[in-house]
Nanobody, 125 residues
Framework: QVQLVESGGGLVQAGGSLRLSCAYS????????MAWFRQAPGKEREFVAA????????KYVDSVKGRFTISRDNGKNTVYLQMNSLKPEDTAVYYC??????????????????WGQGTQVTVSS
């Protein structure tokens, strides 16, 4: 059974930083591509960033490029999302996802098999 537990969300002022963590439990963490999605009230779930199972390929949505960094530590079964220069429009519930996929870094929710419960990120102006 795979479980994902996010942490690190909170309230921050615009321009500030947060680091989200996603702890994975289950077999073969290193076999999964890992991603972060987010969902703001009244909006669809949006892809944010993904890393391949090997941790050497990455993909980001254009709106976070240069500000967010995804990384993984296969020894700790954890994936991170470092978020810098936060903006009010980054406010959302952030979800961690894991998937076994032929695509190295997929950016669609359907490519991911397991999801965390989400962590709230609120950026004040």
């Amino acid at each position: 059974q795979v479980q994902l537990v996010e942490s690190g969300g909170g309230l921050v002022q615009a321009g500030g930083s947060l680091r989200l963590s996603c702890a994975y439990s289950g077999r073969a963490f290193s076999s999964y591509a890992m991603a972060w999605f987010r969902q703001a009230p009244g909006k669809e779930r949006e892809f944010v960033a993904a890393t391949s199972w090997s941790g050497d390929r990455f993909k980001y949505v254009d709106s976070v490029k240069g500000r967010f960094t995804i990384s993984r530590d296969n020894g700790k079964n954890t994936v991170y999302l470092q978020m810098n220069s936060l903006k009010p429009e980054d406010t959302a519930v952030y979800y961690c996802a894991a998937g076994v996929t032929r695509v190295a870094v997929p950016n669609t929710p359907s490519a991911y098999d397991y999801w965390g419960q989400g962590t709230q990120v609120t950026v004040s102006s």
